[in-house]
């Protein structure tokens, strides 16, 4: 009696602790109460159930309700106690030095042998627990309980923290009702303490991330990341954006037709992540590496079409009011599902939940790098080339880059250059400076910027890819200067959203004067953008590779493209980063055939970076004889 009589009074100031345990109810934004849940509301529905389902519920105030049960969840009938399914295996997310964030979902099931829908009126309880064993059978150096329910479509998102740095854990769920019911087994990892040395970070051997961007379901499998997560050692998984597609396709030839249809609404969002988690190779890739993604994987088409900070090519909602799109949304009604949908299904954290959409972050790995993830698309961009300012109509089908390689306008163009337009919003661009200078100002060896869209100059036969930093030229006029006027040495940008693979020295557009492009001398750094996991080459849907080898040795002999130094736009893939304190590796992989599951890939080719070169080592990609892919400056002779 005096037992309980305790655990009620601690119930009583945190009387939704089980609730709020799940960060997927304070998503996406805990301050404001319209986009993350009521808890107490929620627990509070869950009692008047149980009231009316107990004769003898009298006796149990509001504030006994986490605390009834205890840690005996058995029987209880605050809780689902019918048997839970972990529909989608598990994932891990966003690691620091003590903490990652560990995520599940955990669906009741039907009573045995019916179809009857289970009782939704009171939560599903998950456990967890976190070792360094793999059977999880050693000390448990974390563990604890939460609540899920449909209010966020059953997904469970846990900090499991007190972990020591630069460690690998495995970490499980169970069911409290049925502690022998329980998920795979997940693995995950801590980033090293900001100060551990350089030298010393993953006990002195390499750290790699492999970078995926652009996977679109209907466009084939996902075998890029199983084949990272099996054939390569990589340990952190970085996605750039367009982690999911908003639009239908048509994939039933490759038995891959998206279920619903244009994303407008929460459950729209749910289902297609749904869909998406399904792939084997996504669920493996998921289970077994921390994934880091830039806002959650937000390119454009998590949300919409090009997407701006108030309208998209689909729909925009103005001064002049709300525009619907075909699938009868408003743009902000639209990014608000898109966000919440993403919150409850991506093992990401809130940033700053005074600040609604903001997802850019950094990760100090020992004094190795600096991992910073910028927002180019949702944060606070300008207006990009909509297609209704192109004078083009919304391409319905196919491709939807190479259309917009052709949609170059003279309107954007002149706009590029206005040194008051921004691609990152002023508060973004200001931290992302500062975060350079303080990287440096630490000691840190590496800078690795993980964004969305293509930074180098790129005329692609004959135009910009004005959605790209092409289109925001006084923006990247500043952050070219302030790198080379800081002084910020080993400075490698990471890209996706084009769908194609291209590897530059990072120096200013037309410089020849500072600039040599054969040796390298004059750049501050280096970029590696990476192809589609999926989606169709911007080169033109399944191109084979002799023909877009062709392709790529015009664009990399073009005097307008004097940064670009490889050129790879046939095969569908990912890169790994290969980091030491001396050498950044970059392996660009293609899969031989993405029409089904399968782990059939190969390196293309492999680039080098010495420390404090701030350039490609020369010959590049160890020239013509060693790469497997693409085309070569110079066809590879320097
Ligand atoms: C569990 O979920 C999976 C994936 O949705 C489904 O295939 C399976 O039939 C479910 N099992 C039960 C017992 O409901
Ligand atoms: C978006 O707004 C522009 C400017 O008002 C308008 O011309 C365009 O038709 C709108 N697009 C849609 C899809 O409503
Ligand atoms: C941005 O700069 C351009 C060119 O200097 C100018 O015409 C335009 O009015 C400016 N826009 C704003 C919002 O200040
Ligand atoms: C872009 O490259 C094409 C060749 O592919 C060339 O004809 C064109 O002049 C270049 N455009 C510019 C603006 O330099
Ligand atoms: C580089 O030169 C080409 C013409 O050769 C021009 O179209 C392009 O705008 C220039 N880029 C910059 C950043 O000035
Ligand atoms: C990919 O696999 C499919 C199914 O086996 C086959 O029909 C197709 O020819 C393959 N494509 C390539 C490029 O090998
Ligand atoms: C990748 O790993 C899988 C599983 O270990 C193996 O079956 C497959 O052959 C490997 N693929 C390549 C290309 O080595």
């Not at 529905?45 to 969840?73: C, E, K, L, N």
């Not at 740095?165 to 087994?185: G, K, R």
């Not at 108030?310 to 909602?317: F, K, L, V």
């Not at 661009?429 to 930074?455: C, M, N």
Request: overall charge negative; hydrophobic content about 35%.
């Amino acid at each position: 009696m005096r037992i309980l009589l305790l655990s009620a009074l601690v119930a009583h100031a945190s009387a939704t602790r089980l609730l709020d345990n799940n960060l997927v109810y304070r998503s996406p934004f805990l301050k404001d109460i319209s986009l993350a849940h009521d808890t107490p509301a929620i627990q509070a529905r869950h009692i008047q159930h149980v009231r009316r389902q107990m004769s003898d519920a009298a006796p149990f105030d509001d504030q006994h309700y986490p605390t009834f049960y205890g840690a005996d969840f058995g029987n209880s009938p605050f809780i689902w106690t019918g048997g839970i399914n972990f529909t989608h295996s598990v994932a891990s997310g966003d690691p620091f030095d003590t903490s990652v964030l560990l995520w599940t979902r955990a669906v009741p099931v039907s009573p045995s042998g019916t179809t009857q829908l289970p009782d939704q009126s009171v939560p599903v309880c998950v456990a967890y627990k976190i070792s360094t064993s793999p059977t999880l059978e050693g000390r448990i150096v974390d563990s604890g309980q939460a609540f899920t329910s449909y209010d966020v479509d059953f997904t469970v998102k846990v900090e499991a923290s007190g972990l020591k740095p630069d460690t690998e854990y495995h970490f499980q769920f169970s069911d409290c009702s049925s502690p022998s019911s329980v998920s795979p087994i997940g693995k995950t990892r801590t980033i090293p303490n900001p100060n551990t040395p350089a030298n010393q970070v993953n006990n002195g051997h390499p750290l790699t991330l492999a970078v995926f961007s652009c996977s679109q379901f209907q466009a084939g499998w996902f075998n890029a990341y199983g084949f990272a997560a099996h054939n390569t050692s990589a340990q952190f998984f970085v996605h750039l954006g367009d982690y999911i597609y908003e639009s239908l396709g048509n994939g039933a030839a490759i038995g891959r037709q998206t279920l619903g249809r244009e994303l407008a609404t929460i459950h729209d969002y749910r289902q297609r992540l749904n869909q998406y988690r399904t792939d084997a190779s996504l669920v493996f890739a998921h289970q077994n590496a921390p994934w880091i993604t830039v806002c959650a994987g937000f390119d454009d088409h998590e949300v919409a079409d090009n997407a701006w900070k108030a309208g998209t090519a689909d729909s925009n909602d103005t001064t002049v009011g709300c525009s619907f799109s075909a699938s009868g949304a408003c743009f902000t009604d639209r990014k608000l599902a898109a966000v919440r949908a993403y919150h409850e299904w991506m093992p990401i954290r809130q940033v700053d939940a005074d600040d609604k959409f903001r997802i850019w972050r950094n990760f100090q790995m020992g004094k190795l790098l600096d991992l910073t993830m910028l927002d180019t698309r949702q944060y606070d961009r300008d207006l990009t080339d909509v297609y209704y300012n192109t004078g083009m109509s919304v391409p319905v089908s196919g491709p939807i880059l190479s259309i917009r390689i052709l949609c170059y306008t003279e309107f954007v163009n002149t706009i590029a250059d206005f040194s008051n337009r921004s691609l990152m919003g002023t508060a973004q661009e200001k931290w992302f400076f500062d975060t350079l200078s303080e990287s440096r100002a630490r000691g840190a060896v590496w800078r690795v910027v993980g964004q969305q869209i293509v930074f180098t100059q790129l005329n692609e036969s004959g135009s910009f890819d004005l959605d790209a930093w092409d289109g925001y030229r006084a923006n990247r006029l500043r952050v070219l200067d302030h790198l080379y006027s800081n002084s910020i040495q080993n400075t490698v940008i990471l890209a996706g959203d084009s769908h194609a693979n291209w590897v530059s020295d990072l120096a200013h557009p037309n410089d020849s004067t500072t600039y040599n492009p054969i040796t390298g001398e004059g750049a501050i750094g280096v970029e590696f953008a990476g192809t589609a996991v999926t989606s169709g080459s911007s080169f033109g849907g399944n191109i084979q590779p002799a023909a877009a080898d062709a392709m790529s040795r015009v664009l990399v002999d073009s005097q307008t493209n004097l940064n670009l130094q490889w050129s790879e736009g046939s095969y569908r893939g990912f890169f790994t980063l290969t980091i030491d304190p001396h050498t950044m590796k970059a392996t660009y992989y293609g899969m031989r055939n993405i029409t089904f599951a399968n782990l059939d890939g190969f390196a293309t080719a492999e680039f080098e970076v010495k420390s404090g070169a701030n350039k490609l080592t020369r010959p590049v990609g160890g020239g013509v004889g060693a790469i497997k892919a693409g085309a070569l400056k110079s066809n590879g002779t320097q």
